[in-house]
């Protein structure tokens, strides 16, 4: 249940961030920039969520077909 929080203050972390980071450059008037810097956050928060899912999965597995 820990790992579970760590995993969404994680993302809530990088959304905050990310979120300053595209307002700051955005008022800068780095319009494309802050697309940028948006869609590396998007992808960074991807990576965990996909890995995690990959983690599950794993786990399922090895419950399910008794391997270790």
Do not use: P
């Amino acid at each position: 249940m820990l790992y579970d929080a760590t995993i969404l203050f994680q993302i809530a972390g990088i959304g905050i961030i990310v979120a300053l980071i595209h307002t700051i450059l955005k008022q800068m008037g780095k319009e494309e920039i802050a697309q940028f810097a948006t869609l590396v956050g998007f992808v960074i928060v991807l990576l965990i969520v996909v890995n995690s899912l990959s983690n599950l999965f794993q786990q399922i597995k090895s419950v399910f077909l008794f391997q270790g």
